[in-house]
Nanobody, 122 residues
Framework: QVQLVESGGGLVQAGGSLRLSCAASGSIFSIKTMAWYRQAPGKQRELVAS????????NYDDSVKGRFTISGDNDKNTVYLQMNSLKPEDTATYYC???????????????WGQGTQVTVSS
């Protein structure tokens, strides 16, 4: 089994910062990509940022470019999301997503964290 445990969410004023963490545990053989998604009430889940572990290439939604930074620690099987200059429209539940292969698997697949709430007050 693989478990993803998120932490770091909370309530912050506009302009503030938060750092989200997501640690994966279990029989992990390799991780292909790490990503953060978010879902606001009444809206679809959207990709915020992603990183490819082999190339370290990153991708960001236009709404967070220049404010958010995704990073990953392969040794710790952990992905981070540093969020600066937060805005009320960043309020959402944030989910981490890892595409990984377990030692017993032929192929990699997606695993999701339980979600952490981020609330930005104006």
């Amino acid at each position: 089994q693989v478990q993803l445990v998120e932490s770091g969410g909370g309530l912050v004023q506009a302009g503030g910062s938060l750092r989200l963490s997501c640690a994966a545990s279990g029989s992990i053989f390799s991780i292909k990509t790490m990503a953060w998604y978010r879902q606001a009430p009444g809206k679809q889940r959207e990709l915020v940022a992603s990183i490819t572990t082999s190339s370290r290439n990153t991708n960001y939604d236009d709404s967070v470019k220049g404010r958010f930074t995704i990073s990953g620690d392969n040794d710790k099987n952990t992905v981070y999301l540093q969020m600066n200059s937060l805005k009320p429209e960043d309020t959402a539940t944030y989910y981490c997503n890892l595409n990984l292969k377990r030692r017993s698997d032929w192929y990699s697949r997606d695993y999701w964290g339980q979600g952490t709430q981020v609330t930005v007050s104006s």
